[in-house]
Nanobody, 114 residues
Framework: QVQLVESGGGLVQAGGSLRLSCAAS????????MGWYRQAPGKQRELVAR???????NYEDSVKGRFTISRDNAKNTVYLQMNSLKPEDTAVYYC????????WGQGTQVTVSS
């Protein structure tokens, strides 16, 4: 079955950087649209960034210019490079894989201190 395993979360000071990784297995990775969502305490889950099988990307407005999503089809991995982090980026970040139905990872915590 499809498995998505996120890593790279942690505690960072405002202005710092983190790179999240999501290793996928049990799927034909290259055909999937991969994404990153986040959910902050008391807030709804929101899409942060998405990358299609063809490499097209889109971003939530508040992360444009700071976050970059990329994928390595040879490694079945999607990345989220997060720069200039802000306290409001604090959330649990989830990796998703979509090709018809959407699969979710277990999430990784990102905490940005002020």
């Amino acid at each position: 079955q499809v498995q998505l395993v996120e890593s790279g979360g942690g505690l960072v000071q405002a202005g710092g950087s983190l790179r999240l990784s999501c290793a996928a297995s049990g799927m034909a990775f290259s055909i999937y649209t991969m994404g990153w969502y986040r959910q902050a305490p008391g807030k709804q889950r929101e899409l942060v960034a998405r990358i299609t099988s063809g490499g097209s990307t889109n971003y939530e407005d508040s992360v444009k210019g700071r976050f970059t999503i990329s994928r390595d089809n040879a490694k079945n991995t999607v990345y989220l490079q997060m720069n200039s982090l802000k306290p409001e980026d604090t959330a649990v970040y989830y990796c998703t894989a979509r090709a018809g139905i959407t699969h979710w990872g277990q999430g990784t915590q990102v905490t940005v201190s002020s």
